[in-house]
């Protein structure tokens, strides 16, 4: 059964930092084998994604994130990174991650910018 856990969410002032990790178990296939991505999540709407990362390295970014957010993997700890700079009001959200063609979630992070 897969399961994922995410953490690292927190309050930060504008401008802040924060990195999130989410640690994978129970694919049918090896972590590396899979894509990954980052979701977030506020009250009223539907879960945004805001980052990609292929089996090979190669990053996609939603627009409203772009050049501020940086997702990385690290393959021998089952792990998925999200480093979040410069951050934004706007990015207070739950964080998710799930791997590319997934439906299993776990229970997120919150992220909450606020001065």
């Known amino acids: 059964q897969e399961k994922l856990v995410e953490s690292g969410g927190d309050l930060v002032q504008p401008g802040g930092s924060l990195r999130l990790s989410c640690v994978a178990s129970g694919f049918t296939f090896s972590f590396s084998y899979y894509a990954m991505k980052w979701y977030r999540q506020t009250p009223g709407k539907e879960r945004e994604l805001v980052a990609t990362i292929t089996s090979t390295g190669n990053t996609i970014y939603a627009n409203s994130v772009k050049g501020r957010f940086t997702i990385s993997r690290d393959n021998a700890k089952n792990t998925l990174y999200l480093q979040m700079n410069s951050l934004k009001v706007e990015d207070t959200a739950v964080y998710y991650c799930?791997?590319?063609?997934?439906?299993?979630w776990g229970q997120g992070t919150q992220v909450t910018v606020s001065s």
């Open positions: 799930i791997r590319g063609g997934g439906n299993s």
